[in-house]
């Protein structure tokens, strides 16, 4: 039993005349007719009831007709799923992320690409730099926004860069430099800092490393804290300043003060993380698209998020 006897059955059952299905199918009626009398031979039962005015419906053949018209519908809908896979346009997507680098970039990319591709069911996980990194390498996620990797991070993982983001000091109203116009690197040294957890976050020690390298100092970390949300509380709470960034503003709002750190040409960079050996479906290959015209919008023109031809991936830089 192929489709095709399905697809051949289907007509004559529909027209109730082996003439008028030959006709729609444009096979000669010989040929149908023989189809729909093997269809019956293989099932052992007659479907039809043939006469010179026409053909009509045994009661097995009303069963068949139903089973046969699910049967087609759902080899429709898997053939035309399995082409919008490919295209890009159906699945599922794991997304890693680092929240706060992140706030200004992903919001509006995972609206733009929910609205360009409604097929494709993306899931986003919050996670430490050490468990996104982990999740690239053995697949349980496709992509991830963050920063770029560092140290033994790097191994086997590539990133791209979005955007970059100048740093500024983060504090309460309380501390001296509330009072400055901005910070010079210099000063930092002497103050307690609150930092990202260097077990879950390695990057951001080896950031805070090459930041004071070129000052010869060396940062007193204060408090590690294993969250955002951890850090925006201990500045608050008065246990020190932070390094931080302008979208972070975006993060804690109000409850802390920003100023502007000089000193220093370093930035924070925001981009694309992904398996140097993984496999990027076409729809994580149109995210990726759609998030690239987010970041080149930032700030600036509203980037179209739909209605455009997307490209794979071309400009990735090994770490």
Do not use: W
Request: charged fraction near 25%; proline fraction near 5%.
């Amino acid at each position: 039993m192929e489709l095709r006897h399905l697809r051949y059955f289907l007509a004559v059952a529909e027209a109730l005349n082996f003439t008028k299905a030959a006709a729609l199918l444009r096979v000669a009626q010989p040929a149908l007719s023989r189809r729909v009398q093997d269809l019956e031979d293989e099932i052992g039962v007659d479907l039809l009831k043939r006469s010179s005015r026409g053909v009509v419906l045994t009661a097995e053949g009303k069963l068949f007709l139903e089973k046969t018209r699910q049967l087609l519908k759902l080899a429709d809908e898997s053939v035309e799923q399995v082409r919008a896979l490919a295209r890009g346009q159906y699945g599922e997507l794991h997304i890693g992320y680092s929240p706060s680098p992140t706030v200004e970039i992903l919001p509006p990319a995972l609206a733009a690409f929910q609205k360009a591709f409604p097929q494709v069911n993306v899931l986003l996980h919050d996670a430490s730099q050490r468990e996104l990194i982990e999740g690239l390498r053995n697949g349980t996620l496709e992509l991830a926004i963050t920063v770029p990797p560092a140290g033994d991070q790097t191994a086997g993982i590539q990133f791209e860069v979005l955007r970059t983001y100048p740093l500024c000091v983060a504090m309460t109203a309380a501390h001296p430099f509330a009072r400055m116009k901005s910070v010079p690197l210099e000063r930092l040294a002497a103050e307690s800092l609150v930092a990202l957890r260097r077990k879950d976050y390695p990057e951001a020690d080896h950031f805070l490393d090459r930041l004071f390298a070129s000052s010869r100092g060396k940062p007193r970390i204060a408090v590690e804290c294993d969250s955002a949300s951890s850090l925006i509380t201990e500045v608050e709470a008065g246990r020190g300043i932070a390094l931080a960034t302008s979208v972070f503003k975006l993060v804690a709002g109000k409850r802390l003060l920003y100023r502007p750190l000089t000193g220093t040409t370093e930035v924070l960079s925001v981009g694309i993380a992904r398996a140097s050996k993984g496999d990027v479906t076409p729809a994580g290959e149109n995210f990726c698209e759609i998030v690239r015209k987010i970041s080149k919008g930032v700030n600036g023109a509203k980037p179209k998020s739909s209605g455009v031809r997307l490209k794979p991936v071309k400009r990735v830089v090994e770490e």
